[in-house]
């Protein structure tokens, strides 16, 4: 199972931007963002493939999820609304057939990094 490690979390005021990382310790072929507000269910953000991008509505135009040139997955965040206030998780598996936003899918967590946004 495949280790995950999720940085670059912290506090921003509204239109601000973070870059959140995801480290893996081995291969992934899924790895998607996923985000959690107090008192709501943890919810889809973006998610990467070596033949697909997804976005949800929340992140579409603000949001890009890339992979670097190792193991890390990075969620670049702009014009940041006190709504995507969460702690934000990464999640990764290694068949091909990925289930995105199914949460039930995904083989491996991080532990989260948490975002605040304030106006």
């Known amino acids: 199972q495949v280790q995950l490690m999720e940085s670059g979390g912290g506090s921003v005021q509204v239109g601000g931007t973070l870059r959140l990382s995801c480290a893996a310790s081995g291969n992934t072929y899924c790895v998607g963002w996923f985000r959690q507000a107090p008192g709501k269910e943890r919810e889809g953000v973006a998610g990467?493939?070596?033949?697909?991008i997804r976005y949800t509505a929340s992140a579409q135009g603000r949001f890009t999820v890339t992979k670097d040139n190792g193991k890390n997955i990075l969620l670049q965040m702009n014009d940041l609304k006190p709504e995507d206030t969460a702690t934000y998780y990464c999640?990764?598996?290694?068949?091909?057939?990925?289930?995105?936003?199914?949460?039930?899918?995904?083989?491996?967590w991080g532990q989260g990094t948490q975002v605040a946004v304030s106006s």
């Open positions: 990467i493939s070596p033949s697909s």
């Open positions: 999640a990764a598996d290694t068949r091909s057939d990925c289930g995105w936003w199914s949460r039930k899918f995904w083989n491996s």
